[in-house]
């Protein structure tokens, strides 16, 4: 699988930005998809995972209430709406693919990963 992530930007606290991460190579939909984000110098932080059928999600709790992961498995893609932006949210945001819907939040576990797309978040 071959992941492209997209969308990122600048964007001023409180807004809201749309990232896409569309899968090539092998149908989407028979891998769990999450978001991560990392910072230079810091570990790889999970944001949030969807399961293969879209049915089951999960957030941190940092981010909980102002970002959603979708999928749209038609488009070979998958999405991660963030609304209400902090500063803190600033960071190079990697989506990753697995395919077992476990141990959601290590990166070690996801199989295949795309190449990151910057967002930042000005106060």
């Known amino acids: 699988v071959q992941l492209q992530a997209s969308g990122g930007g600048l964007v001023q606290a409180g807004?809201?930005?749309r990232l896409s991460c569309a899968a090539s190579g092998r149908i989407i939909r028979n891998y769990a998809v999450g978001w991560f984000r990392q910072?230079?110098?810091k570990e790889r932080e999970f944001v949030a995972v969807i399961s293969m059928n879209g049915v089951l999600t999960k957030h941190s709790d940092?981010?909980?209430g102002r970002f959603t992961i979708s999928r749209?498995?038609?488009k070979n893609t998958v999405y991660l709406q963030m609304n209400s932006l902090k500063p803190e949210?600033?960071?190079v945001y990697?989506?990753?693919a697995k395919q077992i819907y476990r141990d959601l939040s290590v990166p070690a576990g996801y199989?295949?990963?795309g190449q990151g797309?910057?967002?930042t978040v000005s106060s």
């Open 15 to 17: 807004g809201s930005l």
């Open 39 to 41: 910072d230079p110098g």
């Open 62 to 64: 940092s981010v909980k």
């Open 72 to 74: 749209d498995n038609a």
């Open 89 to 91: 949210d600033t960071g």
């Open 94 to 96: 990697y989506c990753a």
């Open 111 to 113: 199989d295949y990963w």
């Open 117 to 119: 797309t910057q967002v």
